[in-house]
């Protein structure tokens, strides 16, 4: 059983703000550190290195242009100096109500990266935790997101299930298209080439149960949500807060 996520609902609420647009290069910075950290991993192809491949879609649906992607792949494989040796760590905490939180980063100085994670849950109603205390409550999960006004439902779900897809949910405002990791690129070509044209598309940890959360609350989570993509070493934040729509809609304005 998978659940309404907060991310969704996250991402659902920065679009409302107009915070994507406003933080466009933040977001161009964290997609071009994880395609660096790819290529370097994996080799420079694409073709052959599934970590990258991905990436290179997260940046293509963020209209980054092509050289900066080039450049990031070519950083990557050493082709061009200047490449951070970044650590990839997650780190597993509760927010405000229990919500369990994930929060991905990319870090070249770990000690101030955790002082500054655990500065930010402690602050907005949250506490860092173990590893593996929250862990267990998400799975990884192809996920595709479609605006309701300009989707047709019908064939959306045809093609979606045709191509692999494992489910097409049907949110307020947007339609859902969930995947296994595995099955993500095929599906999301397949929209592609049948002319749906996302609002993001990426592999995200899907929360299996989720905590409803009240006006102060939730309030304080969001809070939480942002602070902590605002730091330049988050690549991602995942939570299974569950916020009524009534009290969304207030706090998007």
């Given amino acids: 059983m998978w659940c309404m996520s907060g991310h969704s609902k996250w991402s659902t609420i920065k679009r409302k703000k107009g915070a994507v647009d406003a933080k466009r290069g933040k977001i161009f910075t964290k997609i071009i550190k994880e395609i660096t950290l790819a290529a370097r991993i994996g080799g420079g192809d694409p073709e052959g290195n599934a970590r990258l491949r991905q990436a290179v879609i997260a940046a293509k649906t963020e209209n980054m242009p092509k050289d900066n992607i080039e450049k990031a792949i070519k950083k990557g494989t050493g082709e061009i100096a200047g490449a951070s040796a970044y650590e990839e760590i997650t780190y597993e905490g509760y927010g405000p109500g229990g919500v369990a939180v994930l929060v ?9 990266t955790v002082s500054e994670i655990r500065h930010t849950f402690s602050k907005h109603g949250g506490n860092l935790g173990e590893n593996g205390c929250v862990s ?3 799975a990884k999960k192809g996920n595709i997101v479609f605006d309701k006004k300009n989707t047709s439902e019908d064939t959306l779900m045809e093609i979606a ?8 949910v049907e949110l307020d405002t947007e339609y859902e298209v969930r995947t296994d990791p595995a099955s993500f690129e095929t599906v ?15 592999v995200s940890m899907i929360p299996q149960t989720t905590v409803r959360l009240d006006e102060h609350k939730a309030a304080q989570m969001l809070k939480l949500m942002e602070k902590m993509e605002d730091n330049d070493d988050v690549q991602h934040v995942y939570a299974n807060f569950d916020i009524p729509d009534d009290i969304m809609e207030q706090l998007s304005q």
């Fill in 104 to 112: 991905e980063v990319m870090t070249d100085n770990k000690n101030r």
């Fill in 161 to 168: 299930v045709e191509a692999g897809a494992d489910d097409v």
């Fill in 188 to 202: 999301k070509s397949a929209l592609d080439r049948a002319g749906f044209k996302p609002l993001y598309a990426e």
């Fill in 136 to 138: 267990w409550m998400f």
